[in-house]
């Protein structure tokens, strides 16, 4: 068994999750990131996207998923951080209303032509990470 | 001396008054539990971006146009308010901070949060740059919308500070106003450790210090609104709570002593009845 560190999930209206993983997965700046115990300090702006945490073995019962917003996440010897705007677990997700931003988060995107459209690309990988999560249950 | 009718009709006033503070003094109370709740959920936030604030700074070289000291020569004041009134002399604190701080800073710009505030400050007649009700929009998209506001006027040097004034909730007994330099960003205190050494890691940054601390900045503005409204709300819920619990009481006070008052009045016009009849009587029985 791998050894486990201190993970916290929060967002400013409420610490989503916290407990003892043996891994998180992260969507990170330069692409998707697993911290084990023992990282070296690290502090990474989050896309968003999904952040699957628990144990090591991906088919474990203890592994939690949340759908997250753009964020940061840092991570040391035996804890790890991660602050976002929102994160909703699988149960949370309204799938109509997931899909209905979605479309409006994309006729955004596209009205934007490119240009400064940061906002929009995260609105529709957070619509996404979503539909993801409850079309992909653990 | 008030006639019976007078007293009558004054009681019933107080009875209806009454009624309506005591409404006031519920709602109050069962909303300043949820405010709290809010509030003390915001913490674990609030303690992580300031310590990932901290390192960035701390790695030195932390080079940003929001961190950037200029000499003020306009200050901006952000001050936060109740939208309505009835809260004891909550506004009116917040007012009277905010008013003195005008006249310590040169060229007060005001950003108001809460329509209180723009009553109250609207005599000072100083330029005002944006106003917000405090209920006009969910707590995070207001925050973002101030956010946006005060840090795109220091960034244009329309002014060279933003100083926050709002109320913190102490406990429900106290709020008291306080003020927080916003802009430019100072890293919050190092909380000293147990050992007396302070954390140091070599923290490496991904994609690389700039860029997380051009991310981190803006979110770190946003959130300290955020925070500054929950508590701002609490502290309203609270000063209304104490607020009304005194109407409330002052009217039931009222109503005792008038109450008393109508029935010596009834007793003594009674009395004086029974009186004249008896006199009849016995005037009728001696003739």
Redo the contacts between chains.
Sequence with gaps: MATRFHL?L??????KFEGEVEIVIAP???GDLGVLANH??????LRAGIVTAGSANPAASDRVRFAVD?G?L?A?ADKA?I?T?VAVAPEEVNGDEARGELRRAEDALAQKHGHDDGEERAAVAFARARLELIARPI | MATLRQLRDRVRSLRNTQQITRAMKMVAGARIRRAELAMRAARPYANAIGEMLRELVATGGAQHPLLEQRPVKNAGILLMTADKGLAGAFNSNLARNATQLAREVPNPHLYLVGTKGRVQLRSLGLPRESDWGLQSQPFPTLAKAVAAQVTEDFLSGKVDTVILVSSRFVSTIVQRPTRVQLLPITAPEQASRADGKALRNAFEFEPDPKAVLAALLPKYVEFTIFQALLETQASEFAARLIAMTNATDNAGKLIDDLTLVMNKTRQATITKEILEIVGGAEALKTS
């Design positions: 916290s929060i967002t400013p209206t409420a610490l990170g700046a330069a070296a300090p690290l502090l990474t702006t753009r940061f840092q040391l951080v602050l705007d």
